[in-house]
């Protein structure tokens, strides 16, 4: 999937005129995306249109005008646009209750580790690959961002199989199937040049 340029990202003034159009676009499109796996954790899948979002949203909120600060985003959210033949997700751990927080994050440690997050087609098992940087020995962070790297056979069968999304943990067991509409959009992902 091409990645995002500053030609890409609007100054702050032209994006604050569509920002409720875009706001509301982006909802729908998220609703898309979004696949809950057990009660704690969710996965939104993300695209060049929701990477754009979030960009402009940060930009927004910290009031943004730099160039090169500017630029910096774009390159750092651009590592969340999926490469054909991947998917990219940010991986939430939801958490209501703020006195729990330390609580949950502790029982979910080893999370990322190697075999605990899969996406299964069929029969076939794809790990999920987890940035470094938001877990430590003793510190897991509630937001991680996880690709998942398919082989041109398993693209081929996405559509047409059984597709889950599985959590096995010690703390943490959860199965969630993707329906038809999230799997033909994360199926563009896979594609999209």
Do not use: C, W
């Amino acid at each position: 999937m091409k990645q995002l340029t500053r030609a890409d990202i609007l100054e702050n003034k032209d994006y604050l005129q569509i920002r409720n159009q875009r706001r509301s676009e982006m909802i729908e499109l998220k609703k898309k995306r979004r696949i809950q796996v057990g009660p704690r954790i969710s996965f939104t899948f993300e695209n060049r249109e929701t990477v754009a979002y979030q960009i402009q949203e940060m930009m927004r909120v910290e009031y943004i005008t730099d160039p090169e600060r500017i630029q910096f985003e774009i390159d750092v959210y651009n590592d969340l646009i999926p490469q054909p033949g991947s998917l990219s997700a940010t991986l939430f751990i939801e958490i209501s209750d703020s006195s729990q927080i330390r609580t949950v994050l502790d029982s979910l440690q080893g999370l990322d580790a190697p075999d605990t997050v899969v996406i299964t087609i069929g029969e076939d098992k794809v790990f999920a690959e987890f940035e470094p940087g938001h877990s430590k020995e003793d510190r897991i962070s509630a937001v991680h961002y996880v690709r998942f790297l398919l082989t041109p056979d398993q693209i081929r069968r996405f559509l047409e199989s059984q597709v889950e999304i599985r959590i096995k943990h010690p703390a943490y067991t959860a199965v969630a199937a993707l329906m038809r509409e999230q799997k033909e959009q994360l199926s563009s992902d896979l594609t999209r040049q």
